[in-house]
């Protein structure tokens, strides 16, 4: 599936390059042509998108509760940053330290379950999160942390200068973005993969896979944490939406349209479903309309995503390794059935 | 000194009407979890679209009334039916060609499905909610010595118990549940055994589907018929399924009416958590015994 990975056995074709460099100067160049706070959002969204697909396409781990690590992020940066008047560096790490713990918590409790039992286990956390926020004091309930200072990164770097920020926003995504590429593609990488494919078989092996499965999961919380701080300083506002359970169900569209399981997919699709938004936003309830439609046919009749469709043709050369998606999950399936016959629990 | 005592002990009024709504509250979470329970009994898919079928229900019984001038009780069933085959409609020409891949995606489809019946609802309707009367029979309360009792409540305790127990009947001990639950089990044997399992499948998600509607007609009088009355209501569905496990009818049931019991107890007590109340049981069941209360391992 990860036809964009860059496999270490062998050096990363040159397609792989010159698309990585055409995509950052298209990043560079963005904000003179489109409206920057929009591209900002969009990366946000992206970088929250990536780290949900860490979970989704390479353990296999459909969290529906992402919102909470992505909201509860931005909240604890835009207090930080603005009752305790930190730098916005460190309001952004408290927001990541906070979103990190909290996926340590779920986290330990949810991969007790798998399929959709995990599903609904976040879910059900994630409301929980979302109670929270709405009750506490610090989060303003309805009205939401407003006018939260950007600051000076580092003391010197003025964040209020628009070009600034973008850059910095950036820059935030790369650095989130780069994490998870390095990830997928280490051996502890390899491992999340091979537990996505077959766990048994993986605990045969020798890996504690629930200790991977762990990592994996406060991994990828973190970084999207790290999206939700970035969003709280862009927008200087945290709110009940980033954590409410329809942007956990964003989220996960984003991924689903640009790719399960690809690196760039759910980047695709955040750009796709963030500019769509930004086109109907005036229409009231139609957005959700419309993303319940994508849903549908994704799922009927386009499970690859853009990505997983394109990126073949964009690299040259037509995938053939892999074997379809559709065998994968026949054969996970026998596996299911070969685990119950077996009494195993899950 | 003992000024704590006060807050310990509200006044027996409070306390029973706070009884009385979680029961009430408990009653719906047994019915939608019930149906959740029949349906990924069969078809191995959680029905994220259940709350949306529930909202469906509600609105069912609101236009009977108000454009057709159909009362409660004729709604009772007539919007089940219809919600009901709105389902069958779904299965078939959805639910069916994902049935081999991988449960996820039935997930996913479903969740797509709940936001373009609740997004269209809203669309329509906004986000507030429109009164439903209850019926004249039903209408008045009694006194009860310790509380007043609204005979409305009174109804809808006793006829989801006997809903579910109805169900709980149909499934373990007739025939028709017989083969039910051997389809859950093996459905390629059942199958062999020259018993039609594609279309109980389809009338199984019609008919947990129906028992969602049910659930919302019954709610229409009680809470307003609103758009997101379903969305409010399903992910606390989700983790009361997680804390009874799957594995069980009764279980579905029981844990319904329990789970609605503790959080109007903690409505009494310690108001401030009722609204997280089941989803802190729910982190201690996945530590104590993760495949839930009267779960089997699976």
């Not at chain 1, 860059?6 to 074709?13: H, I």
């Not at chain 2, 809203?122 to 005979?151: C, W």
Request: net charge neutral; charged share 10%.
């Amino acid at each position: 599936m990860t036809v964009l990975s860059l496999d270490r056995a062998k050096p990363a074709p040159i397609a792989v390059w010159l698309w990585a460099a055409g995509l950052i100067a298209l990043a560079l160049a963005a904000p003179h042509f489109l409206y920057p706070v929009f591209v900002m959002k969009a990366l946000c969204m992206a970088l929250f998108a990536c780290a949900f697909n860490l979970l989704l396409g390479y353990v296999g781990l459909l969290s529906f509760g992402h919102a909470a690590f992505f909201g509860g992020a931005s909240y604890i940066t835009a207090h930080a940053a603005k009752v305790w008047g930190l730098p916005p560096e460190l309001a952004i790490i408290a927001g990541v330290a906070a979103a990190a713990a909290l996926g340590l918590v779920f986290g330990y409790l949810a991969i007790r379950r798998q399929g959709i039992y995990f599903a609904m286990i976040t879910l059900a956390f994630a409301q929980m999160v979302f109670f929270f926020c709405l009750q506490a004091k610090f989060t303003g309930g309805e009205d939401g942390i407003q006018a939260v200072p950007r600051g000076h990164l580092f003391g010197f770097i003025d964040l209020n200068q628009p070009l600034v920020m973008y850059y910095f926003v950036l820059v935030v995504f790369l650095f989130g973005f780069g994490v998870i590429v390095r990830a997928i593609n280490s051996p502890f990488g390899q491992v999340l993969k091979a537990i996505r494919e077959n766990e048994p078989r993986a605990i045969s092996l020798g890996y504690r896979t629930e200790q991977y499965k762990l990592l994996a999961f406060i991994l990828s919380a973190a970084l999207a944490g790290l999206a939700g701080s970035t969003k709280a300083l862009v927008f200087q506002f945290a709110s009940l939406t980033d954590v409410n359970w329809t942007m956990s169900g964003e989220v996960v569209l984003m991924t689903l349209i640009g790719g399960i399981g690809t690196i760039l997919g759910p980047v695709v699709g955040a750009f796709l479903l963030t500019t769509m938004e930004n086109y109907l936003a005036q229409t009231g309830s139609w957005v959700t309309i419309i993303e319940g439609i994508i849903f549908v046919i994704c799922v009927l009749t386009f499970r690859e995503g853009i990505v997983g469709v394109v990126a073949p043709y964009a690299m040259g050369r037509r995938a053939h390794a892999e074997p379809p998606p559709e065998a994968v999950e026949v054969e996970e399936a026998e596996v299911d059935k070969l685990r119950d016959v077996a009494g195993e629990s899950d | 000194m003992f000024d704590w005592l006060h807050i310990a002990v509200p006044p027996a009024p409070l306390f029973f009407a706070q009884l009385l709504v979680g029961l009430i509250n408990g009653a719906f979470y047994a019915m939608l979890s019930l149906g959740l329970a029949v349906i990924f009994g069969l078809l191995n898919i959680i029905n994220f679209t259940h709350g949306a079928q529930y909202m469906l229900g509600a609105f069912c019984a609101w236009f009977l009334l108000n454009w057709l001038g159909i009362g409660y009780w004729p709604a009772l069933i007539i919007a089940p039916l219809i919600v009901g085959v709105l389902g069958i409609v779904i299965e078939r020409l959805l639910l069916r060609r994902i049935a081999r891949l991988d449960h996820l995606y039935g997930l996913l489809l479903t969740f797509g499905l709940a936001l373009i019946i609740e997004g269209i609802f809203r669309q329509q309707y906004g986000s507030s909610g429109q009164p439903y009367t209850i019926p004249s029979e039903l209408t008045g309360a009694r006194n009860l010595g310790f509380m007043f009792l609204p005979n409305y409540r009174a109804w809808v305790i006793v006829a989801s118990l006997a809903i579910c127990l109805a169900t709980w009947f149909v499934i373990e001990r007739t025939r028709l549940g017989a083969y039910l639950r051997a389809a859950t089990e093996n459905p390629v044997l059942v199958r062999a055994f020259g018993i039609d399992v594609p279309r109980m499948v389809t009338l199984t998600y019609g008919g947990g589907v129906a028992l969602a509607a049910l659930a919302g007609v019954m709610a229409a009088p009680i809470y307003q018929v609103s758009p997101l009355m379903g969305s409010n209501i399903i992910i606390v569905v989700f983790a009361v399924v997680v804390i009874g496990g799957m594995g069980s009818i009764l279980g579905a049931i029981v844990s319904g009416f329990a789970l609605g019991l503790v959080e109007g107890l903690t409505k009494v007590f310690y108001p401030e958590a009722s609204s997280t109340v089941i989803f802190v049981i729910m982190a201690l069941v996945l530590l104590v015994k993760p495949a839930g209360l009267f779960g089997r391992a699976a």
